[in-house]
């Protein structure tokens, strides 16, 4: 009754062209997602931003390396001091740091380092975390028993001095920085894809599936991966930031990026210093820094609020 | 009658959800009496158990509840915390569905007892341990001391169902709230329950409401019913009354969609079970078995503990059986979803056991299975086409796009489903249009067996009724073969035409549909059969139970597989024990060994 | 439970096996370091070197008799300052960075956890926005930036209130005294006060959403005996958890706020050894926190493990 080619009855039904179109999960998160604020001003912001990143050598006028003797630590003109500041002069948005380089552009060249740095470095952990997460998670037993002891072992070092000592053994190396810092933090994704993908390995529809004659790989790709993705969007999102915190730890202890480059850490660490006599060094990087942070941090939380399945 | 205890009049609740309010009890008005047993019986969204949170002010942070509820004639809805916590805990008690989560799980009981007592009454420690223990001898918890000092999570189901109404009843409350009391349990530990806050309500003259979906629960408790449905109450009367001569629509069709063992619902079409009649499935000796670490050793839990059976075309095998008797891992050990521990599985004369990965997905085929929740049995993230599709794509790779798309459809509309909604996804469906796509996903292939495992038990009756009829149409429309799981027996009793009663991974019983409802042999079985709640007052009432009397062992216990043989235990835990043997009372009829004592 | 915690111990032999000799085959690895031939050193501590290491033996002899050493506390000989031995230099700045960390984690913990309470029983009204918002710059806003913003304030502007001065000293350990600690413990907590607010927060909102929480409310219980009696033990589960990993930040956070306020602790001889390529002193000291950063997940299991009757101890 059922089998057969496709009928004249069959053909007709698919005709029927009013089909109800469904509300996936993914277009419900969305819509909730455009209803967050906080998380679509950050959106917003975070583009501006990273535009801003890219486009520094047309923006300003200046070079990110050209020195000026005859303007060393001045403030930008609109800053607010009266006489006891020198002052950059009209292009200098943000006045010129100890060497009159201009700091408006030295802080998107910083911008650049450090987004960077935290797409890459998370790239690596994103990759190593979910291979490794979703291999212990989807075999289980004592392959998974093993490979989380591995990342137990891993989690006790206090790592950031792991890459302290890569960085001072290895001199630096800007590619080194990247590994270093995705090697930290693919511990926590890759626990965060275990323990989703064995929840998920448990459901009903994972043993529908397989009822259903559906072998491995097609359970993986086409059950496990998609809902495995929302709790990873979200801690990439909370990656990121933590990720930009870690590097500009490591320039602000004087480990990471190197002059004439310079990220926001290398900024912040030089502006300390002078804090005092002239604060626009340090307001401004920290300013940029602590609004990226946030910004990514509340589209992470966006994120988890809009993919939570908890209030469905 | 004397003046309410509880007086409910215009009462709404709402909740403001992030897709707008939720009216979820509409103008509902009641009073109960002194003494009284109210019972409240809905299906689930009814708003029946938001109607008496609301009422004692413990709806969730988004609820609001607004009319009037008098408590004694004092008004209680709105008023002061102080004010209700006066009264809440004191002359106004609940109990909850789920005992376990609604027992906060790092005190001991004997704390959670007491600490109502030292709080309303001021009584000092030892009194106030001494006072719990006297009631938790009501509540029959034997060892009371030693079970003081326990966590909830070391207790048993029903145990801990029954520490929750010690809790509500250590205070002498007027009033006892029982939502859903018995709904988590196993049939013969719900009839225990019940049985216990019949005498309690009897000694004590406590006015109990009892909020139920059973009707069957219902009519043995209550002295008054009122039927709710989305939101409102649409009958209330004495219980007589409304069972017997239902007034509205609604509750004729409640009253109709519940099945019952002691008439004759609709009874599954005969089937060509006779000596030529061919089996398609042959098991024998099946066993199941996981390792569980206990303390620092290892020992087998066994799940499944050689089972056999035959399954004829077209036959619908059904099996009932409590939680932990193992009967959804038969099904899975069947189906080669999970591995098998022994014992054989013969498929149409082809041992499973020989065949290889590659060719077992081939042969899924022919063998398909309907999980129990109907949500969780669909991915979320695809469309019910796609669910519904899987198999097919899977099975019969060759198939064209077209025509996969077209046979999901037509099988869309053989299972009452609106084909157009094939790009829906599950969470726009109902329970009951969930179940609908799983009932379709597994039939979509065509397969000679299906095995419905709890496959309504999760829905409403009315929703159950119309599953149940579904399937057993697919079922005459393509000869399938049926093994249909479940814990109620009411719902097998309308599809099976032979029975397999479990216990503890064994067969206790076997038998032909009518001799296992009407001539129970074994001494479970007539307990398993007499504790199912009747919806009829009188015959509910009336009827004298046959009890075990005692909380299943442990499964890990090798003596447990013979508590109804207690003459040939070995009196070690881990010893190999005795098996005992079926034995054929009469054709078709067998019956494990077990013990004269038991009647 | 004695039981479990010594298999737990004997368990962290192996990860501290496997740290240390990560830790050590990096260090053949230096350019420059003491198992470099070419390594350039003054004579009085190449002498030290050699002893110490026994760079006459084959390698695996001296992977194991560092490791030998390593048991009997023995980290070596310093390979910039002589006359040092790693263990001493280690002894030298624990007191102050055991001192700063455990004030640290007991402000942080203290305050975190009142925070996050708060919150969670307030919540989406006023003073749960506030607290929220407060945090999320305490998570944002670094170590590095936090610390020199107070000194600022505190330290060189001077704050005046009603009239006292109430500035303190922006650096310098002064024996310990609590004028110097006040702003280095105020800035290694900030950020893990914040963290642990929003933990408490969330949980603590799951607890109160849970069933046993509606028997408690339906017993007539005050809030206060609720929160207290049913809801924290079961909210602090999350905490207890965190607890490994917040210490591995203070000690992290401790390399930047010893720097900054020039604090003679671990962290400091840490980061000064880092950039003066001082590789024994920079080997040992990360052995030793791995040890205590191990040794406190540990405590913090069994502790869990206490709070929670659920989880046998017996796995």
Same mark, same amino acid.
């Given at each position: 009754m059922i089998a057969g080619g496709v009928t004249k009855e069959g053909a007709a039904l698919m005709r029927k062209a009013q089909d109800v179109q469904g509300r996936s999960l993914w277009v419900d998160a969305w819509r909730r997602l455009l209803r967050n604020r906080a998380a679509m001003v950050s959106i917003v912001l975070l583009f501006v931003i990273a535009a801003m990143a890219i486009l520094a050598p047309w923006i300003s006028?200046?070079?990110?390396r050209a020195v000026d003797y005859?303007?060393?630590?001045c403030a930008p003109?609109?800053? @607010?001091?009266?006489?006891?500041y020198c002052r950059a002069g009209g292009t200098h948005w943000f006045g010129t740091d100890s060497i009159g380089r201009d700091l408006f552009v030295r802080v998107l060249y910083g911008a650049r380092v450090s987004l960077a740095v935290g797409l890459v470095a998370t790239a690596v952990s994103l990759l190593i975390g979910v291979a490794y997460g979703a291999t212990a998670g989807y075999l289980g037993g004592r392959i998974d028993a093993l490979m989380m002891r591995v990342v137990d072992v891993l989690y006790a070092l206090p790592f950031i001095f792991f890459v302290i000592i890569l960085m001072v053994l290895f001199n630096r190396n800007f590619f080194l920085l990247f590994i270093a810092i995705g090697a930290i933090e693919w511990l926590t994704m890759a626990r965060i894809v275990r323990g989703q993908t064995l929840s998920i390995k448990q459901k009903e529809f994972i043993e529908a599936a397989r009822a259903g004659g559906v072998g491995t790989w097609g359970i993986i790709v086409r059950h496990i991966i998609p809902n495995v993705l929302g709790p990873v969007i979200v801690y990439v999102t909370l990656t990121i930031p933590a990720v930009i915190l870690s590097e500009s730890f490591l320039s602000f202890l004087g480990l990471g990026i190197q002059e004439p480059l310079t990220s926001w850490g290398v900024l912040i660490a030089d502006g300390t210093n002078q804090m005092e006599t002239a604060p626009w060094l340090v307001v401004f990087p920290a300013g940029f820094m602590a609004l990226t942070l946030f910004c990514f941090n509340f589209i992470g939380d966006g994120l988890r609020d809009a993919l939570d399945p908890k209030d469905r | 009658m004397a003046a309410p205890i509880l007086r409910i009049a215009n009462l709404d609740v709402r909740f403001s959800t992030p897709d707008g309010e939720v009216h &979820?009890?509409?103008n509902a008005g009641l009073e109960v009496g002194p003494g009284e047993c109210l019972g409240v019986v809905g299906e689930s969204g009814s708003g029946k158990s938001q109607l008496f949170l609301g009422a004692i002010g413990l709806? &969730?942070?988004n609820g609001r509840a607004t009319g009037s509820v008098e408590y004694r004639g004092e008004? $209680?809805?709105?008023?002061?915390l102080k004010t209700l916590n006066r009264l809440r805990g004191s002359k106004i008690t609940m109990i909850f569905q789920d005992p376990l989560t609604s027992?906060?799980? *790092?005190?001991r009981v004997g704390a959670q007892i007491v600490e109502g007592l030292q709080l309303h009454?001021?009584?000092?420690r030892d009194e106030a341990e001494k006072r719990a223990l006297e009631v938790l001898e009501l509540v029959r918890i034997p060892e009371g001391r030693r079970r003081m000092r326990q966590? @909830?999570?070391?207790?048993?189901g029903g145990m801990r169902q029954r520490v929750m109404i010690a809790m509500a009843m250590v205070c002498g409350p007027d009033l006892l709230i029982a939502d859903?009391?018995?709904? /988590?349990?196993?049939v013969t530990v719900q009839a225990d329950i019940l049985d216990i806050m019949r005498d309690l309500k009897a000694e004590l003259n406590t006015s109990v409401v009892l909020v139920s979906h059973d009707m069957g629960v219902i009519a043995g408790m209550a002295d008054r019913v009122l039927v709710m449905r989305r939101g409102e109450i649409v009958e209330s009367g004495p219980v007589d009354e409304v069972y017997?001569?239902?007034? *509205?629509e609604y509750t004729k069709m409640l009253l109709a969609a519940v099945p019952r063992l002691d008439r004759d619902g609709p009874r599954p079409?005969? /089937? /060509?079970?006779? &000596?030529?009649?061919?089996?398609v499935l042959a098991v024998d000796d099946l066993r199941v078995s996981f390792p569980v670490r206990t303390g620092w050793r290892t020992r087998l839990?066994?799940?499944?503990d050689g089972v056999s059976f035959t399954l004829a075309e077209g036959e619908t095998l059904g099996v009932v059986g409590e939680s932990g008797c193992g009967k959804s891992t038969l099904a899975r050990a069947v189906l080669s979803l999970i591995a098998r521990s022994g014992g054989r599985v013969v498929w149409l004369g082809r041992?499973?056991?020989?065949?290889?990965q590659s060719e077992l997905r081939k042969l899924r085929k022919d063998f398909q299975i309907v999980f129990q929740d109907p949500l969780a049995s669909l991915?979320?993230?695809?469309t019910v086409g796609e669910s519904i599709a899987e198999p097919l794509r899977a099975l019969q790779?060759?198939?064209?796009p077209a025509e996969v798309t077209a046979r999901v459809r037509r099988m869309m509309d053989l299972v009452?489903?609106?084909?157009?909604? $094939?790009?829906?996804?599950? *969470?726009?469906?109902s329970g009951g249009q969930n179940q609908r796509v799983g009932v379709a996903r597994a039939m979509i292939v065509e397969p000679r067996l299906v095995i419905?495992?709890? /496959?309504?038990? &999760?829905?409403d009756a009315s929703i159950q009724s119309q599953i149940i009829a579904l399937i057993r149409d697919l079922q005459s429309a393509f000869a399938m073969s049926l093994i249909f799981i479940s814990h109620d027996l009411s719902v097998v009793h309308q599809i099976a035409h032979r029975v397999m009663v479990l216990y503890l991974g064994r067969v206790v019983e076997m038998a032909g549909r009518d001799a296992i409802y009407?001539?129970?042999?074994h001494p479970y079985t007539r307990a398993l059969v007499s504790a199912?709640? $009747? @919806?009829?007052p009188a015959l509910e009432r009336a009827k004298t139970r046959v009890r075990i009397g005692h909380d299943p062992p442990s499964?890990?216990?090798?003596?447990? =597989?013979l508590l109804f043989l207690k003459?040939?235990?070995?009196? +070690? @835990?881990d010893a190999e024990q005795y098996r005992p043997k079926l034995i054929?009372?009469?054709?078709g009829h067998f019956v494990a060994e077990h013990d004269a004592g038991f009647t | 439970m004695t039981t479990y915690a010594l298999r737990r111990i004997l368990g962290a032999i192996p990860t501290l096996l496997v740290i240390i000799t990560l830790a050590f085959f990096m260090m053949r690895l230096?350019?420059? =370091?003491?198992? +470099?031939?070419?390594r350039r050193l003054p004579p009085e501590i190449e002498h030290n070197v050699e002893v110490a290491y026994h760079?006459?033996?084959p390698v695996y002899q001296q992977y194991l008799l560092y490791v030998g050493g390593l048991a009997r506390g023995d980290f070596g000989p310093s390979y910039r300052s002589k006359d040092f031995t790693v263990a001493q230099l280690i002894a030298d700045g624990l007191p102050v960075s055991a001192e700063l960390g455990v004030l640290a984690i007991a402000l942080a913990l203290v305050m975190g956890t009142a925070l996050g309470i708060t919150a969670a029983l307030n919540q989406n009204r006023l003073s749960d926005h506030a607290i929220m918002s407060a945090a999320m710059f305490g998570i944002t806003i670094p170590t590095f930036v936090t610390a020199p913003l107070l000194t600022l304030v505190f330290g060189v502007y001077g704050v005046r209130v009603f009239g006292f001065d109430i500035s303190l000293p922006? =650096? #310098?350990?002064?024996? #310990?005294?609590l004028r110097n600690l006040i702003l280095p413990v105020a800035v290694l907590a900030l950020p893990q006060i914040a963290i642990i607010a929003r933990l408490v927060r969330g949980s603590m909102i799951e607890v109160l959403h849970s069933n046993y929480i509606r028997t408690a409310r339906a017993k007539g219980l005050s809030s206060g005996r609720i929160v207290m009696r049913h809801a924290l033990r079961a909210a602090m589960l999350p905490l207890v958890s965190y607890l490994g990993p917040a210490v591995a930040q203070l000690v992290t956070g401790s390399l930047i706020v010893e720097q900054i306020f020039g604090l003679p602790g671990i962290g400091r001889y840490f980061v000064l050894a880092a950039i003066n390529r001082d590789y024994t002193l920079v080997l040992g000291v990360v052995i030793f926190y791995a040890a205590i950063i191990i040794l406190l997940n540990i405590l913090a299991d069994l502790l869990y493990t206490v709070l929670d009757p659920r989880v046998s101890y017996r796995t």
């Open positions: 006028g200046y070079s990110y005859g303007l060393i630590s003109d609109w800053w @607010p001091g009266g006489d006891s | &979820a009890v509409r709806l &969730a942070q008004e $209680i809805l709105g008023a002061p027992l906060t799980p *790092h005190m009454q001021r009584l000092p966590y @909830p999570h070391e207790l048993s859903e009391p018995t709904t /988590a349990l196993d017997h001569r239902p007034r *509205h079409e005969p /089937a /060509a079970r006779s &000596a030529t009649a061919k089996a839990l066994r799940a499944v041992d499973l056991d020989g065949v290889r991915d979320p993230r695809m790779p060759h198939l064209a009452g489903l609106e084909s157009q909604w $094939i790009n829906r996804y599950p *969470h726009e469906f419905c495992d709890e /496959a309504v038990s &999760a829905l009407d001539d129970p042999r199912v709640p $009747i @919806p009829d499964p890990l216990d090798t003596r447990a =597989g003459s040939r235990i070995v009196d +070690d @835990p054929e009372v009469a054709p | 230096a350019p420059g =370091g003491p198992f +470099d031939s070419q760079l006459d033996r922006v =650096g #310098g350990w002064n024996g #310990g005294q």
